[in-house]
């Protein structure tokens, strides 16, 4: 019998088409073996669940501390808790240096936070003490429809003096937020909004933190010398707030070595986004606004983008210590009241404009050919009520940085449970960047 003959292209061809086939077949399997979209039996925290036995600090979760801020007193009625927001003017200082009136509740800006216990049945009066009417919303939170805050939608606004009451039971755990519904634009520019932490009734491993901070990141047109924040601006936002707080004003936040730590960010900014970046560590975001995220889904970031009307849970074990800035990345944002409006002068030769233009204008100084960082140090006067462009005398140095702007303060000592500051990290000797010495950089064959 003759065995068939086959060109080398034949074998080519055939070679291809099995291949083909295999790859074909394979890609069936994938395609069999791949699960089917998974719908949640419900998006909104199903039906209404029985209240449970209100949660107790220290017994049912770790109360959060929020850094300049507090949180609302709450009281157990017949099972339920009752809290109060009284929504009114507040004379708010964001930096020393800086006040305006603001709108915010039980006398801060931002108000309270409110924290409760997942399966608490929670009834919340919000008495308006403005001149205008205000409505709560609840943002993110599972709740009827009738008391979701939404003025003209879901109820009728909180005129001025009423008193409305809003009540349910927590269906989830996390961190959400509130703030007004009615007339948003003027109100929230104002700063009437807060944050809300709802623990778990059954925390999963792991959950139990040492350190449970929550920062609210907010922003706000000040002109300098004014009085109010102006809630008309939709771009030009000169003041960038940590919990309503422009650095130096921030409290920093201060952590053992070998804590574990937890930091929940919110973002009710009017406009902008806000990469909030971390020094010496990296950490992992465990949570957003929609819930936990599984183990699976976390992933290590040194930056989290936290957008405009969410909020960002991110965890980490404070194992280095020092003094670790905590800033958005933005870096406009860690400026106080800088103007936009000026002539760009780095790298300008100003000596000459300085000397004629002094002889119409004594005490004329031309400023900005080498930066902004000089700036705050010349001590020169500022209008009342505003502050210089940039931050605080530092350990080493002025600090250039203001708004959005904090310190994760790290010890090797016990710090206490209080936040209070320990003041500037002592570095180990040898452990600090320094002039270079002229026989090390002859060493390493560095010509400067």
């Not at 291809?16 to 998974?38: N, R």
């Not at 040492?210 to 809630?231: M, N, Q």
């Not at 970046?277 to 983008?305: C, I, M, N, R």
């Not at 030769?349 to 119409?360: H, N, T």
């Amino acid at each position: 019998m003759t065995e068939p003959k086959f060109t080398r292209r034949q074998a080519v061809l055939g070679g291809a088409a099995v291949s083909g086939t295999v790859v074909a077949l394979a890609g069936q399997e994938v395609h069999a073996a791949a699960p089917a979209h998974k719908w949640e039996t419900s998006y909104s925290g199903g039906p209404d669940p029985a209240a449970g036995p209100p949660g107790l600090p220290g017994r049912d979760y770790q109360p959060t501390f929020t850094p300049n801020g507090v949180t609302l007193p709450w009281k157990i009625v017949d099972g339920v808790k009752v809290y109060h927001l009284i929504a009114e003017e507040v004379d708010h200082e964001f930096a020393p240096g800086l006040r305006a009136l603001c709108w915010g509740y039980n006398g801060r800006v931002h108000g309270p936070t409110i924290e409760a216990v997942e399966g608490d049945r929670v009834r919340i009066y919000a008495t308006n003490k403005l001149a205008a009417p205000t409505t709560v919303h609840w943002h993110g939170v599972f709740l009827p429809n009738g008391m979701d805050g939404v003025g003209g939608l879901t109820q009728r606004t909180i005129a001025p003096g009423a008193t409305f009451r809003y009540e349910w039971t927590f269906k989830q755990s996390g961190t959400f937020m509130y703030h007004s519904h009615h007339d948003e634009m003027t109100q929230m520019a104002l700063g009437m909004m807060g944050m809300i932490v709802v623990h778990p009734r059954r925390p999963p491993a792991g959950h139990r933190v040492d350190r449970d901070f929550v920062i609210l990141l907010s922003e706000w047109k000040i002109v300098p010398g004014a009085k109010r924040p102006d809630p008309n601006e939709m771009t030009d936002f000169n003041v960038l707030t940590m919990n309503a707080k422009a650095y130096p004003g921030t409290a920093p936040l201060v952590c053992r070595k070998g804590e574990r730590v937890r930091i929940r960010f919110g973002n009710l900014s009017a406009m902008d986004h806000h990469p909030i970046h971390f020094h010496g560590h990296y950490f992992k975001v465990v949570a957003t606004d929609g819930g936990a995220l599984p183990l699976s889904a976390q992933w290590p970031e040194a930056t989290v983008l936290v957008p405009v009307g969410t909020t960002r849970d991110i965890e980490f074990v404070a194992d280095a210590p020092g003094d670790w800035a905590m800033h958005c990345h933005m870096t406009h944002h860690v400026m106080n009241q800088m103007g936009h409006d000026l002539p760009n002068m780095i790298g300008v030769d100003a000596s000459k404009v300085g000397a004629r233009a002094g002889r119409l204008v004594p005490g004329y100084m031309p400023m900005g050919q080498h930066g902004m960082g000089d700036m705050a140090e010349m001590g020169m006067p500022v209008p009342k009520n505003s502050i210089p462009m940039v931050g605080a005398k530092g350990p080493f140095d002025y600090i250039t940085m203001g708004g959005m702007f904090t310190i994760v303060k790290v010890r090797d000592e016990d710090i206490g449970d209080e936040n209070k500051d320990p003041g500037w990290y002592r570095h180990p000797p040898g452990t600090v960047a320094d002039l270079a010495r002229k026989e090390d950089m002859d060493r390493d064959g560095i010509k400067a």
